[in-house]
């Protein structure tokens, strides 16, 4: 068994399932953890205190643990949903794109660590100071929002820098990305984009389709989605998405936002946001997300004991 500090949190296996808003809810959180991971609930902006409520029961019901993954920038407009999450006892309290300052303290209050996702080493002295537990070096390569420098040199120099625990998200997908950043002194590895195919994840049927066809050339990091969208994220995160007709017209286009919100259409997969990392080319096939999990902790540990 693969025992690093995240495993001391009670998993068999050191994987988080990513907080993905809009995708992760208490089907795949909880299928996560019953593969012996930690699943988090993707909480969203725009989702509600009764959906974190709802979902953490679903997840906990099928996989016994639940984590929460909040936007630490809307918080600073409306915090109701850190209330929602801290009710529920979170495994693990995620607060990222933003100074968590503000928040860890009513976690820690109630006896619930805090990870923070990060995307610079200023980023980490910042969630350093404010007293989170654990931090996640998020390369570029990730899905969804996320920052510009890659998962291996963050990760390096976020190792260098500190005395906290440091997960690695962005572009892990199987056995081998595991296995990668554990030696080079990761605790644990986040995984999103590679789960993003199974039947457990929330949203249309198109989003697998397109994330099981799709190569690992074929994402964009854009913010013509918030735009279309209506999501006010601070300008210096972008998303890393799949990319369709919508991002070749307008990505990089200078056209104003009325024309993007009248041409975006979430029933249609060339106009529609399917958000995924570059590790999209990984996934083949719609599989259940907790063999998912199994099959990279088994790669991972495998290939490690190469070397013990
Ligand atoms: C569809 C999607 C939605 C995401 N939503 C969130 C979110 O709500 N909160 C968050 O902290 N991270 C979010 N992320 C980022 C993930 O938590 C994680 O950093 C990323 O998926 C890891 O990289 P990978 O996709 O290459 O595995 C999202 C990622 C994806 C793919």
Do not use: C
Request: aromatic share 6%; proline share 6%; glycine share 14%.
């Amino acid at each position: 068994m693969l025992e690093t500090w995240l495993t001391t949190l009670g998993l068999e296996v050191p994987v988080l399932g990513a907080p993905m808003g809009g995708r992760a809810g208490g089907d795949l959180a909880g299928e996560v953890s019953r593969a012996g991971g930690l699943g988090m609930l993707g909480a969203a902006r725009y989702t509600t205190p009764d959906w974190i409520a709802a979902e953490a029961a679903i997840a906990r019901e099928r996989g016994g643990r639940v984590g929460i993954g909040l936007m630490t920038w809307s918080l600073d407009t409306d915090d109701s949903l850190l209330d929602a999450a801290i009710a529920e006892k979170p495994t693990l309290l995620s607060l990222s794109f933003g100074d968590p300052a503000p928040y860890v303290p009513r976690a820690h209050a109630a006896g619930i660590p805090v990870a923070s996702q990060v995307n610079t080493l200023d980023d980490m002295r910042v969630a350093e100071a404010a007293g989170v537990d654990v931090i996640i070096a998020q390369g570029g390569e990730a899905g969804g929002h996320t920052g510009r420098i890659g998962t291996l040199p963050l990760l390096q120099e976020l190792l260098e820098a500190t005395d906290l625990p440091v997960l690695a998200a962005g572009g892990i997908g199987t056995g081998r990305g595991l296995a990668a950043v554990l030696a080079a002194g990761a605790q644990g590895a986040v995984i999103g984009t590679a789960l993003l195919a199974s039947p457990e994840t929330v949203g249309p049927d198109y989003a697998r389709t397109a994330i099981v066809e799709a190569s690992s050339a074929d994402t964009v990091y854009t913010s013509v989605f918030d735009r279309a969208r209506h999501q006010p994220w601070p300008e210096r995160w972008g998303g890393r998405a799949i990319a369709n007709d919508f991002t070749r017209d307008f990505h990089g286009v200078d056209a104003p936002d009325s024309q993007l919100e009248s041409t975006y259409d979430p029933a249609d997969p060339r106009r529609g946001v399917v958000y995924a990392g570059e590790a999209v080319g990984l996934v083949h096939g719609e599989r259940p997300a907790g063999a998912v999990v199994r099959q990279i902790a088994a790669d991972a540990e495998r290939l490690l004991s190469r070397w013990a």
